[in-house]
């Protein structure tokens, strides 16, 4: 039998707020255990929620990101059950009236070729985290840390649209990309602020009916779902092949044993008995929050990597690599918008800036050397003012202290020679130093030709622009 | 000085140094010292903060600085958190728990001036009609110390009947100020839902709470009411319409829902006949109006309030304070004890109540169908208020019933009868005494359109302008004939 999965996605995206989704407390990752805790956080008794208007924001630029709909009123329900890291012993969610309806998110196909794909997003709705049990920093008992108790989430719910455990990897991998162009969340994984669950069913090939499914928690990495969904999968076609059923239930995916197992009951709850918050009116969405959110929405990935294809001639490579980051994007396409050539701009960007970067531990956003200067230096190689070499030693100096260009140049003396008869002077003298060389060459060993360019290149200490020097020693030494 | 006065007399009194703030404290804590024994009203006295915040409202007198309230003793339910006081419920869950933060009502007061004297008791988690669900004992009646003052602000009411204080704060749910104020024979107000921040406040169903204020007449909750009201950012649901506008009450046409004078005794109806009566003899126009979902309203009230307060509740789990059972040997255990012995036997109906309310499959038959309910008495009241300006009604019943009398748990839900109309409909309600039957006090309701506190305080002012049963006193404990400062028997 020939079995396909079927897919969809819960992530838990952790919402860029200053303060908490209810209460004025900070959000900041790694503050000692309960230093960012208020009342509201510690579910003290008579405290009320107040819902941030920036969170509401956030999540409403996410919707208009994948022309989700946008209900005039949203709602908070509470989510009730028992768990020691949950202080009000209910969750402030979103059930009947979720901020975000219906919407896409497009996607590059897993192997990079083809037509983009459009994930359908079923809901996204915002929710306040829990915080988190401590076991290993008391003996014998548990200690717990509400720092992240009412941190803002906005969880987004696909369709079942994903097919593969590579796909549903890549789709996580361009939420990532989303959220982060959007700056609606910091993306970064290993502090759990994306965080996602899996719903994965399988059926045979040719059937349109959807299996029995289990859902698969605790997924923090890219890696992860894939694993995971690769171990659940071959799980239910076992079952299923030994003449089996799927059992409905929720399974945890240990990483370390790399593995999924099914949940215990307790920390389950069958029925949430979720009614509508009272201490919280309904959300009314205005247009002037809708304007104020569109105001916030940046050309949205898929849309700069086709423009990056289509307009700017860059390789599929190079636009994935450029616009899936949004700082590395807003510096490449501030550099070309300087008047840099795009093609020239992208290699800087993927390379020199790049390894300068990673050498001084940095990141783009910190880049001292301004975008409209790498257009500059950029130009400086297009007009033969300077040679790729020296521009990287260029980059290098504005690093340090940002300046005239021309004017480091002339300081450095990187300027490229462009005097013909004194070049053709170092040209002849080399020659004169290299007679063996030069009649190796002549015998045909051309690879010969690049010492010469060298011998050149260091005579006139880098100035001179090595395709005129291999032109003018082929020509002076009449081999083709 | 006498135990009896107005606050605006108090205030009269006070600037003009007739007496000092420290001797009008001192005053009421020797009284609470003589009758909190028998009274049992107050959970927690706090002579020391009282003192000190006398003591400071002293100053600002001399400094004539003083606010509207400032010097003015007065007592908060313990439902409202005060920082540094304990802010117990009436619950053994809470019995120590002190909260870092004052109740936003209870700051406006400090701000105004008022003097905090304590706590006072109540239905535990303001779960009751009778104070007897208290952690700490029933508050008794000074009426009859063998009956109940009402719940669940029942500590308050009779603070204020017995003069220990000359007001207190109260919150009302489906009652609990309405139905103590007419046990005791004070004054009180429940105003429209969102008219007080609930901020502070410990919640028992968040929909229907809302904090008021107990006084010997009208005018005097009406001063009150002017300082705790307002909007409040901390709380979402609290109003940002314009504040209490009182504009003389004119010609009024009052409403009587033919459906509550149905269902009432004949004693009691004969006492609200001459209410009314009283009310058309000052040039108001009588009128019957109906509210027919009336019946539905307590079987609605008791699924909404419980089904809240049975999330609202889930907090007190033992993890973070209050009350936390010995050696639990795991987590399940740890929440079933602490919550089994922290917890009294009403708290605990409702939280099964509203559980099972919310549960699935029942909780469009219950939750959804209760919400309806409610739609349909809101809009009972807002028709009725197209023809009349106020509505009049009885508060309960009865008078005060002995304590231990009502045992049955429905039955002691059929107290609130007349008071939880309004609450669903989330509607300013005002008792005031208006006569006596077998020597207890009987209670008038007046219920106005939402935010028409003004219309509803101005009349019962110009009421008991022309009556004088807002002035009945038990005399379990004599009200002094002079104080320091000489003030005589002014009433």
Known sequence: MQFESVIGLEIHVQLATASKIFSGAATAYGAAPNAQACPVDLGLPGVLPVVNREAIRMALTFGLAIDGEIAPTCRFDRKNYFYPDLPKGYQISQFEQPIVGPGTVTMDPVDGAGEPRAIGITRAHLEEDAGKSVHDAFA??????????????????????????????????????????????????NEGSMRCDANVSVRQVGTSELGERTEIKNLNSFRFVERALKHEIERQVDVLESGGRVERETRLYDAQRDETRPMRGKELSDDYRYFPDPDLLPVRITPDMLDEARAHLPELPSAKRARYVDELGLSQYAARALANDPDTAGYFDATVEAGADARQAANWVMDHVAATLHRHDTDIAQCPVSPARLAQLIARIEDGAISNTAAKTMFDALWEEDGDIDGIIDAKGLRQMRDSDELARIVARVIDKHPEQVRDMRAGQMKILGFLVGQVMRATRGKADPRQVNALLRDTLGVP | MNGDESIAALRRGLLDRRYSAVELTERSLSRIDTANETLNCFITIDPDGALAAAAAADSRIARGEAGPLTGIPLAHKDVFCTRGIRTTCASRMLANFIAPYDATAVSRLAHAGAVC???????????????????????????????????????????????????????????????????????????????????????????????????????????????????????????????????????????????????????????????????????????????????????????????????????????????????????????????????????????????????????????????????????????????????????????????????????????????????????????????????????????????????????????????????????????????????????
């Not at chain 2, 973070?320 to 040997?329: I, L, N, Q």
Request: proline share 7%; net charge negative; with cysteine.
């Open chain 2, 117 to 491: 004297l304590g706590k006072t008791n109540m239905d535990e988690f303001a779960m009751g009609s009778s104070n007897e669900t208290s952690w700490f004992g029933p508050a008794r009646n000074p009426w009859d110390p063998g009956r109940a003052p009402g719940g669940s602000s029942g500590g308050s009411a009779a603070a204020v009947c017995a003069g220990l204080v000359p007001c207190a704060t109260g919150t009302d749910t489906g009652g609990s100020i309405r139905q103590p104020a007419a046990f005791c024979g004070v004054t009180g107000l429940k105003p429209t839902y969102g008219r007080v921040s609930r901020y502070g406040m410990v919640a028992f169903a968040s929909s229907l709470d809302q904090g008021g204020a107990f006084a010997r007449d009208a005018e005097d909750v009406a001063a009150l009411l002017q300082v705790m009201e307002g909007h409040d950012p901390l709380d979402s649901t609290s109003t940002t319409a314009e504040p209490t506008a009182f504009d003389g009450s004119g010609s009024m046409t009052i409403g009587l829902p033919g459906e509550y004078w149905d269902d009432l005794d004949a004693d009691m109806g004969a006492v609200l006949d001459d209410a009314t009566r009283e009310l058309e003899a000052a040039g108001h126009t009588l009128k019957t109006v109906s509210l027919p979902h009336t019946t539905a309203a307590v079987p609605a009230y008791y699924v909404i309030a419980s089904a809240e307060a049975s999330a609202n509740l889930s907090r007190y789990d033992g993890v973070r304070f209050g009350y936390r059972a010995e050696s639990p040997d795991s987590i399940d255990d740890l929440y079933r004890r602490s919550r089994a012995e922290g917890f009294g036997a009403e708290v605990k109906r409702r939280i099964l109540t509203g559980t099972y309310a919310l549960s699935i499959g029942y909780y469009d038959a219950y939750y959804l169908q209760a919400q309806r309910v409610r739609r349909l008495i809101r809009q009972d009241f807002l028709d009725a208020f197209d023809d009349v300006d106020v509505i009049a009604a009885p508060v309960t019943p009865g008078v005060a019933f002995p304590l231990g009398a009502v045992t049955d748990p429905v039955a002691m839900y059929r107290q609130d009868v007349f008071t939880i109309p309004a609450s669903l409909a989330g509607l300013p309600a005002m008792s005031l005494p208006c006569g006596l039957l077998d020597g207890l006090p009987a209670g008038l309701q007046l219920i106005g359109p939402h935010f028409e506190e003004g219309r509803v305080l101005e009349l019962g002012a110009e009421y008991q302008r022309r009556t004088d049963w807002h002035r009945q006193r038990p005399h379990i404990i004599p009200l002094d004939t002079g104080g320091p400062g000489e003030v005589s028997n002014a009433v």
């Open chain 1, 140 to 189: 014998g008992r548990t200690g717990i840390d509400l720092n992240r108790a009412g941190t803002p989430l906005l969880e987004v719910v696909s369709d079942p649209d994903l097919r593969t455990p590579e796909e549903a990897a890549a789709f996580f991998r361009e939420m990532h990309v989303l959220v982060r162009a959007l700056r609606i969340c910091d993306g970064n994984l």
